[in-house]
């Protein structure tokens, strides 16, 4: 058998040599941290040694005696012992003590051969300078010597190497002579004056701006070639001048805000494959994707910055170097919302979108009212603008979670975003591309049948253009618009039940119930028994406002009025509600509650007119031309048109034009139900008085209703104003703007919360002395 061929290569003489410099480079990093680690060590010993001594220093330690004192007490002993008598001359009592001190001496007067040990107890109180004494001397050490090898020497003896010491850096040295060289510099700068630090500042700013400036022009002008630049303009945030970082970084910010919202895409940037990473392509194409990348990473790093100036003002956190003040953060961390925001509305298609909406959405809550009202406004206009649904759901989403995660703490603006969404407007009107036939391709056989083959050729490559240019459209499917749509509204529902459920005493139920009478209509079929039942309890429990109350009807009725209609459910307790509270609603200048009431009224018999008894709409029809005479003019506008649709929708309205009963009964003003209140046998007298009323409009639309609501002839009216719904007219007389200001010594304290337009006060003045001249002729009759 053959011997196997040896398969194993022999490394050749260059893999050799750069193994070897590897080798090389690594001994001599182990080497430079050995010494490294040894002059740590040394310099940790010196300070180890220098506060030993300043301890030392700082304790005042006993004065030692003198050479002369000593000898003095050297003779003195002397003496003493001449004078000392014998043993045997002595008493037993003066021996006993004698022993008894000789056990007790110290050191040097004790027998070396004894096993007692020396220290019978440890001494308290050991002064510092003992205790440094005690501790083992250790030798200074020097640092290993590193030797170098040099080329070898060959003499006749044989080879000769030669070596030679590497010069070794002293650090601590180095550490001392640095600190001198910084005290010196700082002795040497000069105190400068308050007008020359201005200026000084000034000058940096001035520096700094003119550097922002560059680089963003430069990255504007070429993207492509200058998007380095970036990285360059992102390190500005981290200005360390305490004089002018809070500004700079203030403009740093914003420019970058600027810069990333002209030069992003319009699309989606993804990160590459392991297989397109090792394709090979054109320059061009790396040249693209090496700029993709850069702006994906400059434009992450730029959102954790924002994200870490909120988080430090939040937590009130200060960095190490001190260079911004506390109070100068909260400025930072609005800009950095500011820019934000901006992102989020500009660059919905971006990468990182969902990041902005995580940070974006929590600050709503948050208690400063200028962050939490540059969020909302954010979010609204997202709203407005998204027509597909993505970035909408995305935002609905974390909301749904923010409500949950706080256990409905929060604020009702929050929830109230949910009313500017806008699946309302997709789901009613449809685009004319859906509506429109798709377009048919021709089958193989009809192009064999009726084609030649150089027509199938043409009309083979004339499909696949009109097949590409319609994947091309930037225009989606109604299916995928529906699809986000439902799953959004889901969310929404989700929210909201949980809501009504759980949290029926919480400030969130006015949102809700405005949410539900906004969106009620999408409801599932299935919800709709369970839902108008929560909502009459509601409104029996009478723990609601108002307004609330209003929106439990609008939001019944709305269920009623679309996919409702089927279910045979009579809503007369509501009808009764709003019969009974419509003399509830404010007269002065806070009757916003009187848009909600219209839309009630729109709902309850212009989309319902055959479910509507006569009886009830000659009831309602009377109360509300009541109610136009305390109200506002916007309100008694908006009331009178109403009563318009009234008139026109049901044919027998006029009856109440008529001063003659028609059937048994009075009418029952006082009374709570609308069908029983007798209402045909009455009169709306408030008509002529409306005709006087100060406001031209109010006057226009009394003469209008007066004469029957006419749609042609001269008591008809403008195209403009009979077209117009009830709800629009009285936002259009809003008279939110005006002010009315009566002199103060007029007004009571009974007043104070009423006023009387200047025109109205005027009249009742002249009414006021009619009536008075009325009472004095009357007097002067009687005394005749």
Not at 3 to 8: C, D, G, S, V
Not at 596 to 611: E, G, H, N, S
Not at 699 to 710: D, E, N, R, T, W
Request: aromatic share 6%; glycine share 2%; hydrophobic share 40%.
């Amino acid at each position: 058998a053959k011997a196997q061929k040896n398969t194993k290569r022999v490394p050749s003489f260059r893999k050799l040599l750069r193994t070897s410099k590897i080798k090389l480079d690594n001994k001599l990093k182990n080497k430079q941290y050995k010494q490294q680690s040894a002059a740590k060590k040394y310099r940790k010993e010196q300070k180890k040694l220098r506060e030993a001594v300043r301890d030392a220093i700082s304790r005042k330690p006993f004065p030692l005696e003198e050479c002369k004192k000593r000898q003095v007490a050297e003779k003195r002993e002397e003496e003493e012992e001449e004078d000392a008598l014998p043993l045997d001359m002595m008493d037993e009592d003066d021996l006993k003590l004698m022993e008894d001190l000789a056990q007790k001496a110290s050191f040097l007067t004790r027998d070396l051969s004894s096993d007692e040990p020396v220290h019978v107890k440890k001494r308290k109180h050991e002064s510092v300078i003992d205790k440094y004494e005690k501790v083992p001397r250790r030798m200074q050490t020097e640092p290993e010597k590193e030797l170098i090898h040099l080329l070898p020497i060959k003499d006749k003896g044989g080879i000769i190497p030669q070596t030679m010491e590497k010069p070794v850096l002293n650090v601590a040295q180095n550490e001392e002579e640095d600190t001198e060289e910084m005290e010196e510099a700082e002795e040497l700068l000069p105190v400068l004056t308050p007008e020359e630090m201005a200026a000084q500042r000034r000058q940096k700013l001035q520096e700094r701006k003119m550097h922002i400036a560059a680089l963003a022009s430069a990255i504007l002008s070429e993207p492509d070639n200058n998007i380095k630049k970036l990285k360059e303009l992102r390190a500005m945030l981290m200005e360390q001048d305490p004089n002018v970082a809070v500004i700079v970084r203030k403009l740093v910010m914003v420019s970058l805000m600027e810069i990333f919202k002209d030069i992003a895409p319009s699309y989606k940037i993804r990160p590459l494959t392991e297989a397109e990473k090792a394709t090979k392509v054109k320059k061009e194409t790396q040249k693209l994707r090496e700029f993709e990348e850069g702006l994906v990473s400059q434009y992450k790093f730029y959102l954790e910055n924002l994200e870490q100036t909120i988080k430090d003002w939040k937590q009130r956190k200060l960095k190490k170097s001190n260079v911004i003040s506390l109070k100068a953060y909260k400025g930072l961390a609005e800009i950095a919302v500011k820019c934000l925001c901006e992102l989020l509305v500009a660059l919905p298609h971006f990468n990182f979108h969902n990041n902005i909406i995580v940070l974006i959405v929590p600050l709503m809550n948050d208690a400063s009212k200028m962050i939490s009202e540059l969020c909302f406004e954010a979010v609204k206009k997202l709203f407005k603008q998204d027509k597909l649904g993505y970035a909408s759901l995305g935002v609905v989403k974390v909301i749904s979670g923010l409500v949950r995660g706080r256990n409905y703490d929060v604020r009702p603006e929050v929830l109230k975003v949910f009313l500017h969404l806008r699946i309302k407007e997709v789901e009613l009107q449809k685009d004319s591309e859906d509506i429109a036939p798709k377009k048919k391709f021709m089958t193989y056989k009809e192009k064999r049948k009726n084609l030649s083959r150089m027509q199938r050729k043409w009309k083979k490559a004339e499909e696949k253009l009109e097949r590409e240019l319609l994947e091309a459209e930037a225009s989606e499917s109604k299916e995928k618009k529906l699809k986000l749509h439902t799953e959004t509204l889901n969310i929404v529902f989700v929210t909201y039940f949980r809501i009504l459920k759980k949290a029926q005493k919480s400030p969130l139920l006015p949102a809700v119930l405005e949410g539900l009478a906004k969106f009620a209509h999408l409801i599932n079929v299935e919800f709709f028994d369970d839902l108008l039942i929560v909502l009459h309890s509601l409104i029996a429990s009478g723990g609601l406002s108002y307004r609330e109350s209003l929106h439990c009807v609008l939001s019944a009725f709305h269920i009623l009025s679309g996919q409702g209609d089927v279910l045979n459910i009579d809503p007369m307790k509501f009808y009764t509600h709003l019969y009974k509270t419509l003399f509830s609603l404010h007269a002065g200048g806070t009757n916003d509650d009187t848009g909600i009431v219209l839309q009630c009224m729109d709902v309850m018999f212009a989309k319902r007119r055959k479910q509507v008894s006569q009886q009830r709409a000659l009831a309602f029809l009377k109360r509300l031309s009541t109610l136009a005479l305390h109200v506002l003019p916007n309100s008694s506008v908006g009331i009178l048109a109403t009563n318009r649709v009234l008139m026109q929708t049901f044919p027998k309205m006029d009856l109440l034009l008529d001063n003659e009963s028609q059937g048994s009964g009075v009418y029952l003003p006082e009374l709570e139900e609308p069908e029983h209140c007798n209402a045909q046998n009455t009169a709306l007298w408030e008509l002529h008085l409306l005709q006087r009323h100060y406001h031209p409009m109010v006057q226009k639309f009394a003469a209008h209703l007066i004469v029957g609501a006419p749609t042609e002839g001269s008591g008809a009216l403008s195209l403009d104003l009979s077209q117009r719904p009830a709800t629009e007219l009285f936002e259009a007389y809003s008279m939110r703007g005006m002010t009315f200001n009566p002199p103060v010594a007029s007004v009571t304290p009974r007043r104070k919360h009423f006023f009387f337009p200047p025109i109205l006060e005027k009249q009742l003045l002249k009414m006021y002395l009619n009536l008075l001249i009325l009472f004095f002729y009357f007097l002067m009759c009687l005394s005749c």
